[in-house]
Every structure is written in C-alpha cells, then in structure tokens.
C-alpha cells in the first residue's frame, strides 16, 4: 500500500474507533525520544499564561503530560518563553515577538522572519520546524455566520493572510518542514458540503490553508482524523462560546502541517480544555516518522 493511502486507511480506522466510542490511547509521558519519531505540539498560550493563576506551571505541565518533544508557542507575553522553556528544562528560541519555539532537543539551527506575521525556525534532527501566528483581524467565520457576506467578501478580507502564507512558504522553501501555529483561519478541508450545517451554509476554500496544501504540505490533523464531519477537531474556543449574544463560531485555527522527505504523521489530535487549561484555544499534538 502506498503512503498516502496508508495513511487514509489509518486515518478512516481511527475516525472509526472515535465514532463508536472506542477509547484510544492513553496520553503520552516523556520518555526517551525514539531516534526515527518526533512529537510536536502547536500551543496559542493565551497572552503567555497571563489570563490564568499560575499560567506558566500550567503550560508547562501540559506539555509534559502531551508528551511533546517540541512546541510551537503562540500569544509571547513578556518572558513567557523563557519561563515556561526554564520549568521545563529545555531549549528556547527568543525572538521577543509573539511567537517562539521551545525544545528539549538542541537546535541545529535558527532563523527568523517578519514574513507570515513573525515566524521563527529551528532545525531538529534534521527538519526544520517553524512557528507561525497569522494576522487576526477579518475573522472569516464572523463574515459568514454574523455578517451573510459573499464569497467574494470572504476571500477579498482573507487577502492579508493569503500573503502571510505565502511569505512562509517562500521562506521556507523546498527543504521538508514542519509548520505549527494558530494560522486564525478554518481549513478548506473543513467548511466542506458535508459541514455546511454547522458552518453558516458555507462551503470555503480558506486561501491561507489551501496554499499550503496546494506546496504539498499534508495537514496532520485532517490526514489521520479524515471525516471533517465526524471528527472536527474544534480549536477555538474551549471558553469563548457567544459573542455579544451570539454564537461563536467553533472552528479549526491551530495546525501542524508538514511536508517531505519521509516525514509521516502517525498520530494527531486535540489537546485540553476543562476547567484548568490555560489558554482560550485547543492545542494540537502530533508525532511524526522522520
């Protein structure tokens, strides 16, 4: 069987246990790093934990029990980073902007862009991993569901992010890479016909998602939860639910997308939410083959 359809038989036999209820793995521990696997978490720490008592302790200790080796942060607040990285014991990028990576594996290398936002790059065994936070405003979803604008007013408004993606594929070239972040967009693989019910009776083509899989970036979320119906993997919001009397929109902002080389997404899924988790998004975690 070929990869990809490897993967899409994986994927429907998850979908699967999920749906009727068959109870998946148990959440990962640190362990020691297998050398052909890799762990990534993408994070928006909702202002660096500043919204919660005792934020940092809180994010680092899920980020022990997901078992990540890697995480993209998102929403830096002072020196979050560095307080979360010093908890942890790992390894931190410092760009003093609103995104950072940290590590419990070194870096091989560094780098750093205004493109896309802001984006920071460190390379880890081998593969280069960016962290990435697109432009907020012109929510798409609030066009659709609270203003009924047209399709052509939803791509027109999603322009700046379109060119923030862009920018980071640019950037990051064809070298395999692994793209994680809060991207403040749904995914074309999600405002489907399947899902217009609950997507304001919209069908998208979200321009900042579909550029990255039209470079040959796999979504690792939507590759092993394939039934976007089924398994939506809701991201924003695990708090904010009305909006000035309204619905909020639940929709898919955060992603691990990646691409190349034999890097292969074996497990994806959502990670948080109750009444302890400090931030106002899900985080995704993903473990990948190199």
Not at 62 to 72: C, K, Q
Not at 275 to 286: F, G, I, Q, R, T
């Amino acid at each position: 069987m070929d990869m990809k359809l490897r993967r899409r038989a994986a994927g429907l036999a998850l979908a699967a246990a999920l749906t009727l209820g068959v109870a998946g793995p148990a959440p990962a521990t640190p362990t020691a790093l297998a050398a052909d696997t890799l762990t990534v978490m993408s994070f928006n720490t909702w202002h660096g934990g500043t919204q919660v008592t005792d934020g940092v302790n809180k994010i680092a200790g899920e980020i022990t029990r997901a078992g990540a080796d890697v995480v993209s942060l998102q929403e830096y607040s002072g020196d979050s980073t560095r307080q979360i990285a010093a908890k942890l014991g790992w390894y931190a990028t410092d760009t003093g902007t609103h995104v950072d990576i940290i590590s419990r594996l070194p870096f091989e290398g560094e780098d750093w862009t205004s493109s896309g936002n802001g984006t920071v790059a460190v390379k880890i065994k081998g593969i280069w991993i960016y962290s990435a936070h697109l432009d907020y405003t012109k929510y798409g979803p609030y066009n659709a569901c609270f203003d009924n604008d047209s399709y052509e007013t939803i791509y027109a408004d999603e322009a700046n992010r379109k060119k923030q993606a862009q920018e980071i594929l640019s950037w990051a070239g064809s070298s395999p890479a692994i793209v994680a972040g809060d991207l403040n967009t749904p995914s074309h693989l999600d405002w489907t016909a399947d899902t217009k019910s609950v997507h304001c009776n919209s069908v998208v083509q979200w321009p900042a998602t579909k550029l990255f899989a039209d470079a040959g970036y796999w979504d690792a979320y939507r590759e092993v939860n394939p039934d976007e119906a089924a398994v939506p993997g809701n991201t924003w919001s695990p708090v904010v639910k009305s909006n000035q009397g309204r619905p909020e929109p639940q929709d898919r902002i955060d992603f691990i997308l990646y691409r190349g080389g034999s890097l292969d997404a074996t497990s994806a899924r959502t990670w948080g939410g109750g009444s302890n988790w400090p931030s106002d998004h899900l985080a995704v975690v993903a473990t990948f083959n190199l």
